[in-house]
């Protein structure tokens, strides 16, 4: 069965320093991948997508992850990160094929900002 | 992208009562979702809601407990119904954009509800 997993359910990182956020997945073949972003009292934002290609993908606010397929990862990076990313961070893979709607989302990372 | 609304955006009621959450896109969208969010726990598909047939439950929940209406392709509401403690969560409505494949879905705010 799919499943994703999200090891660290929560990171303190100093302002400015840089952020690397953990995702695994299990899965039968090539995955698409998404890391979503929720604010404290907002719904989920969509920070990323991996469909196929270039395994470095580029998001908004600065992020970016890589799928490594020999690790089963995708894990999202920023290289400074913002007292504004104090966040949660969901990783979460989406049906490849659109006959299934269901997103499998990750446990979560709870992002604290340091001053 | 898609611009969704939800209301209420929270909500306190008693044990035994029902809420009624309505969700808004600004746009005609086919597949709308509904998730439920328990303090600390990560997104929990509740039902896909899709215009001009019922809606299709996930399992362990039940219409009898989360009604569904979704009268047009803009709006949807998802009722809560004989609340109890355990139902206190953030229930977020989502949608797939017509003419996208539904696993690229957009999120609303949330709605969270807290039963006493």
């Known amino acids: 069965a799919q499943s994703v997993t999200q090891p660290d359910i929560h990171i303190t990182v100093s302002e400015g320093a840089s952020l690397e956020l953990r995702c695994n997945y299990s899965?039968?073949?090539?995955?698409?991948l998404f890391w979503y972003v929720q604010s404290p009292g907002q719904g989920l934002q969509l920070l990323l997508k991996y469909f196929s290609g270039d395994t470095l993908v580029q998001g908004i606010k600065g992020f970016e992850a890589e799928f490594k397929r020999s690790q089963s990862s995708f894990n999202l990076r920023k290289p400074s990160v913002h007292w504004s990313d104090a966040a949660e961070y969901f990783c979460?893979?989406?049906?490849?094929?659109?006959?299934?709607?269901?997103?499998?989302f990750g446990s979560g990372t709870r992002l604290s900002i340091r001053p | 992208s898609a611009v969704i609304s939800q209301k209420p955006s929270r909500d306190i009621c008693q044990r035994g009562t029902s809420l009624t959450i309505q969700c808004q896109v600004d746009s005609q969208v086919t597949m709308m979702f509904w998730y439920r969010q328990q303090p600390g726990q990560s997104l929990t598909l509740i039902a896909t809601?899709?215009?001009?047939?019922?809606?299709?439950?996930e399992s362990g929940f039940v219409i009898d407990k989360f009604p569904i209406s979704r009268p047009n392709l803009t709006f949807s509401t998802l009722t809560v119904s004989n609340m109890s403690p355990e139902d206190s969560s953030i229930y977020l409505c989502?949608?797939?954009?017509?003419?996208?494949?539904?696993?690229?879905?957009?999120f609303g705010p949330g709605t969270r509800l807290t039963v006493t």
């Open positions: 809601a899709n215009q001009g047939s019922e809606a299709t439950y």
């Open positions: 899965y039968g073949a090539t995955p698409y």
């Open positions: 979460a893979v989406p049906p490849r094929y659109s006959s299934a709607s269901k997103i499998i």
């Open positions: 989502s949608v797939a954009l017509s003419g996208t494949a539904s696993y690229e879905q957009y």
